[in-house]
């Protein structure tokens, strides 16, 4: 009985989810960005920006664990990711254009979003990723 119990509580655990992830690649590097602060802003119904979350990238330039899945929780709305990039040119000794970069996008369904930029020190590029 009391190994049924232990395998019903393991099995109920299961790994957490989110519904929001970011990658950034530096094309003049070759390389994934670390190490790069990400705000995470929302649009509230009077247009306000409101921060949800602030997360710095992994060494492989990722955030994977933005907005997590809760049972009832509703993510859908329209929000904004902010790159602060001039930090990270300014490490690399890099004169850059942007000081930071802002994307804005609409989560319109419960699915997992993915939000990748390509940078360079004067340009950068976004797509819907996966």
Do not use: C
């Amino acid at each position: 009985m009391g190994m049924m119990l232990v395998w019903g509580m393991i099995s109920q655990a299961q790994e957490a989810r989110y519904r929001l992830s970011s990658h950034i690649l530096d094309i003049t590097e070759g390389a994934p960005a670390s190490d790069v602060q990400i705000r995470l802003s929302r649009m509230t119904a009077e247009g306000e920006w409101v921060m949800v979350e602030e997360k710095t990238t992994d060494r492989n330039g990722r955030i994977s664990d933005f907005l997590k899945e809760e049972p009832g929780k509703d993510d859908r709305g329209i929000y904004k990711l902010t790159y602060f990039t001039k930090p990270y040119f300014e490490r690399k000794g890099q004169e850059s254009f942007y000081p930071f970069i802002e994307v804005v996008f609409e989560l319109r369904d419960e699915h997992h979003y993915h939000v990748p930029i390509t940078l360079s020190p004067f340009g950068y590029a976004t797509y819907r990723g996966n």
